[in-house]
């Protein structure tokens, strides 16, 4: 590939995120960048993007692309995930990026294919050694990957629940709230964890879930970068599930660190979290400011025979 410099900027259900740097092993001299859009809270129950909600959304990428560029990005890529995955009129959404941004999506990823990046990013940017696990708490999805850098994925699943979708049908509100939430949560989990999970050496958490948590529990601004493999353990998930389960949404944004953007939603991620760690055992993992993003340059330089989207 004769592109040296790239751009690469994904649709979420919670936010825009772009990512550019050089395409080399370790993605050197990379830019980030993310703007909230709660994509996936605005689709009715007939499963339609709001006008307002393709509004932000090209906003954000019209953003996001104008500063990839200048990051020095020679080419951008525009993918998208489960918001996309889910919308009836999801091509819509094209007529409104094409008014502000000269790009249009290249693609909407499946949810093995994010599960797949996301654990490249998160797993092989450095490489880790030997088998590695990876969760990515999203809007609409959560992925769950085991591998290593060497030989690739030995198992991926992606599950229909993220912190958007699990608010939409139970929001955290209250003990009673916090168990019916729980009890989804579990049951999801359940059903798409239950058998055939290797053992790695260590989990990575990618997303906006852990990424915030570790924020707050250094007291660092929400617009900050998280510090890079942060610990956290079920104990520090289940103690701040429980402290915000009893806030009121006001208390909640009042927190160090936190996003007035996630304050509903960061409960209902770190639901998610938890029965996940609970169901495969994980008392620690560590989070990782890297995204699937991280993962679709890093394809591009490992395996460029994958690329989907040249």
Known sequence: MSIKRMGVIAIGSNSVRMLTANLDAALSQPVRGREETALFLSLDDKKRFSEAGMDRTARAVSKLHYEARQAGAQEIRLIATSAMRDAHNRTELDFYIAALAPILVNRIISGDEEAQLSFLGACCVPPQEGLQGMIDIGGGSTEVAVGDCLHGLRYARSMQLGASRLLQRQPVDGEQGLAAARAI?????????????????????????????????????????????????????????????????????????????????????????????????????????RTNLDGYLYRLVAMPQEDHDA
């Open 185 to 289: 949560a579990r049951q999801v989990v359940t059903d798409g964890l239950r058998e055939g999970v290797p053992a790695p050496r260590g989990w990575t958490l990618v997303g906006g879930t852990g990424n915030t948590l570790a924020n707050m529990m250094v007291k660092r601004p929400y617009d900050k970068l998280a510090p890079e493999d942060h610990p956290l353990t079920l104990e520090d998930v289940q103690g701040w599930l429980t402290r915000l389960a009893a806030m009121t949404p006001e208390e909640r944004a009042r927190l160090a660190g936190m996003p007035p953007t996630r304050v509903h939603i960061l409960p209902t991620g770190l639901v998610i979290l938890r029965e996940v760690m609970a169901q495969l055992g994980i008392g620690q993992l560590r989070v990782t400011q």
